[in-house]
T-cell receptor, first 115, second 109 residues
Framework: KAGVTQTPRYLIKTRGQQVTLSCSPISGHRSVSWYQQTPGQGLQFLFEYFSETQRNKGNFPGRFSGRQFSNSRSEMNVSTLELGDSALYLC??????????????FGEGSRLTVL | GENVEQHPSTLSVQEGDSAVIKCTYSDSASNYFPWYKQELGKGPQLIIDIRSNVGEKKDQRIAVTLNKTAKHFSLHITETQPEDSAVYFCAARWDKIIFGKGTRLHILP
C-alpha cells in the first residue's frame, strides 16, 4: 500500500513569489491535514480538509490556503512568500476526520526555502 | 485556547537507561493523546496513543501515562537503544490534533 506522497520534496523560492505544494493521501483516506514544521515551533497546524471541505484552520495568515479535490488529493498554496515561510511542510492523511478516531499518516514533507 | 506544552526540548541518555518526556495540555475537553516519532528525513510516525478513559498503556519498551486531573501525560522509554534516537512529539486532539514542540532524544553509546 503506497504511503502519503508529497511533491515537490525540495524547492527554493524568492520573497514575493508564490508556491503550490501537493499531497496524495493513502488510498481510501478522505482526510488531509497540513502542518508547518520549523526548528523553534515544532509542528504547527495549518488546515484540515475532508471530502473537499475545509474543516479546520490554524492561526496562519490568509496567504496560506489550500484545497482538496474529489480524489482526496490536496494542495496548499502560499502567496507573497516571506523569509519566515521557510520550513518543512508536512501533509498527513487519515481515514476519517481527526476529531474522530484514527492515526495520522505523514508524508516526508516538502522543504521550502525562501531567499 | 488549545495548546500543548512539551519538555524537555532536548534529552540525552545513556544507552540502556530510561527516558521520560512530559507534556501538559490546556483544555480538559481533549480525550485522545498520541505520541509520534520522527526520524531524520522522514515524517512523524505514531508510536503509541492513550485515550482519556485509560491511565496507562504499555507496548514493549514504551509506556504512556495520563493524569486527567493535572492535564498531564508522559512518555516513558525503558532500556533505550540507538534506534530510539529521534524527535518525539506529544499531541492532543480537540476538533483537530495539536502537537507539542518536540523533544530531540539522543542515545549516548
Amino acid at each position: 500500500k503506497a504511503g502519503v506522497t508529497q511533491t515537490p520534496r525540495y524547492l527554493i523560492k524568492t520573497r514575493g513569489q508564490q508556491v503550490t505544494l501537493s499531497c496524495s493521501p493513502i488510498s481510501g483516506h478522505r482526510s488531509v491535514s497540513w502542518y508547518q514544521q520549523t526548528p523553534g515551533q515544532g509542528l504547527q497546524f495549518l488546515f484540515e480538509y475532508f471530502s473537499e471541505t475545509q474543516r479546520n484552520k490554524g492561526n496562519f495568515p490568509g496567504r496560506f490556503s489550500g484545497r482538496q479535490f474529489s480524489n482526496s488529493r490536496s494542495e496548499m498554496n502560499v502567496s507573497t512568500l516571506e523569509l519566515g515561510d521557510s520550513a518543512l511542510y508536512l501533509c498527513a492523511s487519515s481515514l476519517t476526520v481527526t476529531s474522530g478516531t484514527g492515526e495520522l499518516f505523514f508524508g516526508e514533507g516538502s522543504r521550502l526555502t525562501v531567499l | 485556547g488549545e495548546n500543548v506544552e512539551q519538555h524537555p526540548s532536548t534529552l540525552s541518555v545513556q544507552e540502556g537507561d530510561s527516558a521520560v518526556i512530559k507534556c501538559t495540555y490546556s483544555d480538559s475537553a481533549s480525550n485522545y493523546f498520541p505520541w509520534y516519532k520522527q526520524e531524520l528525513g522522514k515524517g512523524p510516525q505514531l508510536i503509541i496513543d492513550i485515550r482519556s478513559n485509560v491511565g496507562e498503556k504499555k507496548d514493549q519498551r514504551i509506556a504512556v501515562t495520563l493524569n486527567k486531573t493535572a492535564k498531564h501525560f508522559s512518555l516513558h522509554i525503558t532500556e533505550t537503544q540507538p534506534e530510539d534516537s529521534a524527535v518525539y512529539f506529544c499531541a492532543a486532539r480537540w476538533d483537530k490534533i495539536i502537537f507539542g514542540k518536540g523533544t530531540r532524544l539522543h542515545i549516548l553509546p
